[in-house]
T-cell receptor, first 110, second 114 residues
Framework: GQQVMQIPQYQHVQEGEDFTTYCNSSTTLSNIQWYKQRPGGHPVFLIQLVKSGEVKKQKRLTFQFGEAKKNSSLHITATQTTDVGTYFC??????????WGAGTKLIIKP | DSGVTQTPKHLITATGQRVTLRCSPRSGDLSVYWYQQSLDQGLQFLIQYYNGEERAKGNILERFSAQQFPDLHSELNLSSLELGDSALYFC?????????????FGEGSRLTVL
């Protein structure tokens, strides 16, 4: 079936370093959404990208949607302890169903 | 506060039993989604309802069933429970039935099967 692959599964960074997670779909997506789940919490919507090649920024977070609408990335500049959590992408397929990536867990090294 | 209410927050039960999880969506949202999240795992989509009708089905076991009532609240019924059913069950709602809008998640119901 249709899948959205998300890598890496985990990323350990020092506070202040950058973080990036990538999502790749086997088919073209109508849109892609990003969510953040803090430890012990529930997923919270961050953003939705709709257009081919779209780039959106939220403070230190930069979201990209590929030209072919099959891949996306989330980049965090200069991570802070408040960024800790798991980041999920979720792509909408041609049947308007959300296909979720497995998530990337951001861990800040002490 | 997302506006989505889930009850109970925690539930401990034994194998073979049946439980019902309840979700009240955000005011005005017609879509309700159910997800299962096992410890430190991703979100497994179970089922979606839109305005009382089943819209999409994911990896939902036959032992599980759900429905959405006329007042738009939803219930997820889990029966013949097994140890592996222990997980966090999230409900999410949106105003769209077409997966093109933000999902608002509840805080989840944590089910422990002993």
């Amino acid at each position: 079936g249709q899948q959205v692959m998300q890598i890496p599964q985990y990323q350990h960074v020092q506070e202040g370093e950058d973080f990036t997670t990538y999502c790749n779909s086997s088919t073209t997506l109508s849109n892609i959404q990003w969510y953040k789940q803090r430890p012990g919490g529930h997923p919270v919507f961050l953003i939705q990208l709709v257009k081919s090649g779209e780039v959106k920024k939220q403070k230190r977070l930069t979201f990209q949607f590929g030209e072919a609408k099959k891949n996306s990335s989330l980049h965090i500049t200069a991570t802070q302890t408040t960024d800790v959590g798991t980041y999920f992408c979720a792509g909408s397929n041609s049947n308007y169903q959300l296909i979720w990536g497995a998530g990337t867990k951001l861990i800040i090294k002490p | 506060d997302s506006g989505v209410t889930q009850t109970p927050k925690h539930l401990i039960t034994a194998t073979g039993q049946r439980v019902t999880l309840r979700c009240s969506p955000r005011s005005g949202d017609l879509s309700v989604y159910w997800y299962q999240q096992s410890l430190d795992q991703g979100l497994q989509f179970l089922i979606q309802y839109y305005n009382g009708e089943e819209r999409a089905k994911g990896n939902i076991l036959e032992r599980f069933s759900a429905q959405q009532f006329p007042d738009l609240h939803s219930e997820l019924n889990l029966s013949s429970l097994e140890l592996g059913d222990s997980a966090l069950y999230f409900c999410a709602s949106s105003d769209s039935g077409l997966a093109n809008g933000e999902l608002f998640f509840g805080e989840g119901s944590r089910l422990t099967v002993l």
